[in-house]
């Protein structure tokens, strides 16, 4: 089964959460949305990751993006879980968990969004979910997927950064080079012609000398 392609409609999926049962468009609104996925409660990694992704919860909120995670464990573990996730962030032992977490015990979810990991399994051999990151834009269409095994966690602030080059290329007709950051120049996608770039981009246009002689690497700053 082809799993979800960049562009396509994220499903609509009703899920069971810590805050209840949930639909899942109706769960985002109009807002951006980033559903990541880890192996199982309990876990180190897992539990790292999570911590940092509370830590960064007012980043993701002032972005206007709306958090939730997803494993293949009960409500009621992610709820006890979650103190523990909290409780590892020095600053956050008494606040609850600030993004919802999907439980989907019986893994129906995690094999319609082809997120388990064949590699990684429970004392049963059973698959556990892979560290998966959608990012969901207002218009409800998948804007990047990412995928880690269960072994390597991930990198919320890059995760951030990526949200930063989306929500400025669904805007502007840039694109962000390697190690982009805000304030950073950026680069004219390559289908604007010279003309049409100079008049969209009034700080002006540079454009890299190449061996190659061809002129597609131009840079402005926004
Ligand atoms: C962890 O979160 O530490 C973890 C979970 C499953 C497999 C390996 C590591």
Sequence with gaps: MPG??????????????????????DFLGSSWGILFSHPRDFTPVCTTELARAAQLSDEFKKRGVKMIALSIDSAEDHRNWSKDVMAFNSDGADSPLPYPI???DKRELSV?????DPDERDKDGMPLTARCVFVIGPDKKLKLSILYPATTGRNFDE????????QLTAQKKVATPVDWKPGDKVMVIPSLSDAEATALFPSGVTTK??????????????
């Design 4 to 25: 979800l392609l960049l562009g396509d409609v994220f499903p609509n999926f009703e899920a069971e959460t810590t805050i209840g049962k949930i639909k899942f468009h």
């Design 102 to 104: 999907i439980a989907d």
């Design 112 to 116: 319609q969004l082809g997120m388990l």
């Design 159 to 166: 995760l951030l950064r990526v949200i930063d080059s989306l």
């Design 209 to 222: 000398e190449l061996p190659s002689g061809k002129s597609y690497l131009r840079y402005t700053q926004l």
